[in-house]
């Protein structure tokens, strides 16, 4: 981590870094922005295909068919390469291009406080000792020490796994993380590491440095080829020697031999290996799985045992209402709506009044969402029995609040609809 001398005194508070520090700063510690490994380039990918010992035993099979005559033969085992290096080639590149749009996970924006005025900037720009604000739903740029806090709570599960926001607070001095997600509340944060020092930095390093194996796929492959390759020089030697202790021209039979040598070679094999993967990738990709490499989903086939930890990293990150106490009794959810009477609509209404979170759903699309995740089961269990977030921003006007605390366990809000009350 970057050493700074942080001054928590009331000029930072106010003013953040003038223009011509975090100038200074930026040279000095660069972008905060994670390092990529250098990009592929589109030649790179489809040389990489023929790098398998199958395809190189094809490669030798086609040359020595062509320079022998046999050019239809040639020709064919030809078209299987590059039908089997094309399909490779397409899978892997859209795959790249897919990864490069899910590496923009860091916040593309972050609102800095420069020369006492907030302003929003790109979050690459941001550098150690800037001045933070943060809002519910705001993605953390850096890392950075809480200054102030008014009920600010965290996603950290991109981090922990921890599904339940975390709440922060200047009282413990408590960290934000970058590429967290604030939920609810407000704050200040002085950013303390940017780019690779920040912990998102570290774990992105130890991926980098995660050297490529070959999968069982390969391994069985490649072992392959090298049997394939043994049996055509045995085949090769034996009938050449044999035709020759025969009396036969020596030439003729070399030929002989590299020609039976070629034929045993299955050509089909790499081709329909490609194919089959292919078809394997597109059923993952419609299950919402990306697969950087073909032979990726045999090794994912072959998997028996899954092991993880207690946290919520296997889950999807989404509560739900099942159940509430209310009026002295238990109601429970039935086909995921709850009874729509009164007393459970004037609880729906309050609760969903005072929430900072916000769920519409959208004739055919996802609903949109943001927020708490709790406060989102809430909104969602609500909207079943037509309490609708939307419609309540329209009709209530927030006045006043007294944030979340752990002490009291609860935050209060006092709002006014529009006809006054």
């Given at each position: 981590?970057?050493?700074?001398?942080?001054?928590?005194?009331?000029?930072?508070?106010?003013?953040?870094?003038?223009?011509?520090e975090?100038?200074?700063?930026?040279?000095?510690?660069?972008?905060?922005?994670?390092?990529?490994?250098?990009?592929?380039?589109?030649?790179?990918?489809?040389?990489?295909?023929?790098?398998?010992?199958?395809?190189?035993?094809?490669?030798?099979?086609?040359?020595?068919?062509?320079?022998?005559?046999?050019?239809?033969?040639?020709?064919?085992?030809?078209?299987?390469?590059?039908?089997?290096?094309?399909?490779?080639?397409?899978?892997?590149?859209?795959?790249?291009?897919?990864?490069?749009?899910?590496?923009?996970?860091?916040?593309?924006?972050?609102?800095?406080?420069?020369?006492?005025?907030?302003?929003?900037?790109?979050?690459?720009?941001?550098?150690?000792?800037?001045?933070?604000?943060?809002?519910?739903?705001?993605?953390?740029?850096?890392?950075?020490?809480?200054?102030?806090?008014?009920?600010?709570?965290v996603?950290?599960?991109?981090?922990?796994?921890?599904?339940i926001?975390?709440?922060?607070?200047?009282?413990?001095?408590?960290?934000?993380?970058?590429?967290?997600m604030?939920?609810?509340?407000?704050?200040?944060?002085?950013?303390?590491?940017?780019?690779?020092?920040?912990?998102?930095?570290?774990?992105?390093?130890?991926?980098?440095?995660?050297?490529?194996?070959?999968?069982?796929?390969?391994?069985?492959?490649?072992?392959?080829?090298?049997?394939?390759?043994?049996?055509?020089?045995?085949?090769?030697?034996?009938?050449?020697?044999?035709?020759?202790i025969?009396?036969?021209?020596?030439?003729?039979?070399?030929?002989?031999g590299?020609?039976?040598?070629?034929?045993?070679?299955?050509?089909?094999?790499?081709?329909?290996?490609?194919?089959?993967?292919?078809?394997?990738?597109?059923?993952?990709?419609?299950?919402?799985?990306?697969?950087?490499?073909?032979?990726?989903?045999?090794?994912?086939?072959?998997?028996?045992?899954?092991?993880?930890?207690?946290?919520?990293?296997?889950?999807?990150?989404?509560?739900?209402v099942?159940?509430?106490?209310?009026?002295?009794?238990?109601?429970?959810?039935?086909?995921n709506?709850?009874?729509?009477?009164?007393?459970?609509?004037?609880?729906?209404?309050?609760?969903?009044?005072?929430?900072d979170?916000?769920?519409?759903?959208?004739?055919?699309?996802?609903?949109?969402?943001?927020?708490?995740?709790?406060?989102?089961?809430i909104?969602?269990?609500?909207?079943?029995?037509?309490?609708?977030?939307?419609?309540?921003?329209?009709?209530?006007?927030?006045?006043?609040?007294?944030?979340?605390?752990?002490?009291?366990?609860?935050?209060?809000?006092v709002?006014?609809?529009?006809?006054?009350?």
């Amino acid at each position: 981590m970057q050493n700074l001398n942080i001054n928590t005194g009331k000029g930072i508070l106010s003013r953040g870094l003038s223009e011509k520090e975090a100038l200074e700063k930026l040279r000095k510690y660069g972008y905060n922005e994670l390092a990529k490994k250098s990009k592929k380039s589109p030649v790179m990918i489809f040389a990489e295909q023929f790098k398998n010992l199958m395809t190189m035993v094809l490669i030798g099979a086609c040359l020595i068919s062509w320079f022998f005559g046999e050019k239809a033969d040639s020709i064919t085992i030809l078209v299987i390469i590059v039908l089997n290096s094309v399909l490779g080639f397409i899978q892997e590149y859209k795959a790249e291009r897919s990864i490069e749009a899910l590496m923009e996970l860091s916040a593309p924006t972050a609102k800095v406080v420069r020369e006492g005025k907030v302003t929003t900037i790109n979050a690459k720009y941001v550098v150690p000792g800037d001045l933070l604000v943060i809002e519910a739903g705001d993605r953390i740029p850096a890392d950075g020490i809480v200054l102030e806090s008014i009920g600010l709570m965290v996603d950290e599960s991109l981090l922990t796994g921890e599904s339940i926001p975390v709440e922060k607070s200047q009282k413990n001095n408590d960290w934000v993380y970058m590429g967290t997600m604030a939920t609810s509340g407000k704050a200040k944060v002085i950013t303390y590491s940017t780019g690779m020092n920040t912990e998102m930095g570290k774990i992105a390093n130890m991926l980098q440095d995660i050297p490529d194996e070959f999968t069982p796929l390969q391994k069985r492959l490649s072992q392959l080829g090298k049997y394939i390759v043994a049996i055509c020089l045995i085949i090769c030697a034996v009938v050449s020697i044999t035709g020759i202790i025969r009396g036969e021209d020596p030439y003729n039979m070399f030929l002989t031999g590299i020609s039976l040598a070629v034929a045993a070679i299955p050509e089909g094999l790499p081709a329909i290996v490609t194919v089959a993967l292919a078809i394997g990738v597109q059923r993952m990709y419609k299950r919402n799985a990306l697969i950087r490499k073909l032979p990726a989903v045999e090794t994912l086939g072959s998997t028996t045992v899954i092991c993880s930890d207690k946290t919520g990293t296997l889950t999807q990150n989404k509560m739900t209402v099942k159940k509430i106490y209310i009026d002295g009794k238990y109601v429970e959810v039935h086909e995921n709506k709850f009874p729509s009477n009164e007393i459970i609509r004037l609880l729906f209404t309050s609760s969903s009044v005072c929430s900072d979170a916000f769920y519409e759903e959208k004739f055919m699309s996802k609903p949109e969402e943001s927020g708490d995740p709790t406060e989102i089961a809430i909104l969602k269990a609500a909207w079943g029995t037509g309490i609708k977030k939307p419609e309540l921003n329209k009709e209530y006007r927030r006045i006043h609040e007294i944030p979340f605390d752990s002490n009291r366990k609860r935050m209060t809000v006092v709002a006014r609809r529009k006809n006054g009350e």
